[in-house]
């Protein structure tokens, strides 16, 4: 009985994972021109930050490309939420350029989920959402930047990189 039931299960857990990610949709017509427009599209802004964390870069392309749109267009003028685009992403995204939406979307996820966030809190956050897609991702290349904050992660030292290593302003 036991034998029958795992597999059964494994089968139900897989074919449900695919279909909650087959029901997003992409919002359209969207205007940004009050905060109450921001707060309003709150919920379509966490449904597209799971669905491009939890969806292979390959599929839906046409898709991706909209709903990563759509989330920097929210980031770029909702109120309250200010995320700043340090040196040290460029670096961590240049091998794989659609990380960047990883990062953003953990960012915006945990100022959402968060109100009254740290600007520290959400970074660690979005560095997270980074390592979890570039690990998820069967065709990210490899980057040793990344491979560094997964091993620094795994010490338990990631938080402290953020704090001194992400967060540090570019010398001039």
């Known amino acids: 009985m036991k034998r029958a039931f795992l597999p059964a299960l494994?089968?139900?857990?897989?074919f449900g994972l695919r279909a909650a990610a087959q029901t997003y949709t992409v919002p359209v017509n969207y205007k940004f021109s009050s905060p109450a427009d921001y707060k309003r599209y709150e919920p379509q802004v966490l449904e597209t930050v799971?669905?491009?964390?939890?969806?292979?870069?390959?599929?839906?392309?046409?898709?991706?490309?909209?709903?990563?749109?759509?989330?920097?267009?929210?980031?770029?003028?909702?109120?309250?939420?200010?995320?700043?685009?340090?040196p040290e992403l460029i670096n961590l995204t240049d091998k794989n350029n659609l990380l960047m939406a990883a990062f953003v979307g953990?960012?915006?996820?945990?100022?959402?989920?968060?109100?009254?966030?740290?600007?520290?809190?959400?970074?660690?956050a979005a560095v997270r959402?980074?390592?979890?897609?570039?690990?998820?991702?069967?065709?990210?290349?490899?980057?040793?930047?990344?491979e560094k904050l997964i091993r620094l992660e795994r010490d338990g030292q990631l938080g402290y990189w953020v704090m001194n290593d992400y967060e540090k302003p570019q010398q001039e």
């Open 50 to 86: 799971d669905w491009l964390q939890n969806t292979p870069w390959t599929e839906e392309p046409v898709k991706r490309r909209l709903a990563n749109a759509f989330l920097f267009k929210w980031i770029q003028g909702v109120p309250g939420i200010v995320m700043t685009i340090m």
């Open 10 to 14: 494994f089968v139900l857990l897989l």
């Open 129 to 146: 959402a980074l390592i979890a897609k570039y690990r998820a991702e069967p065709t990210r290349k490899k980057d040793e930047d990344i």
């Open 106 to 124: 953990g960012y915006s996820k945990y100022a959402i989920e968060h109100p009254g966030y740290l600007k520290e809190e959400a970074n660690n």
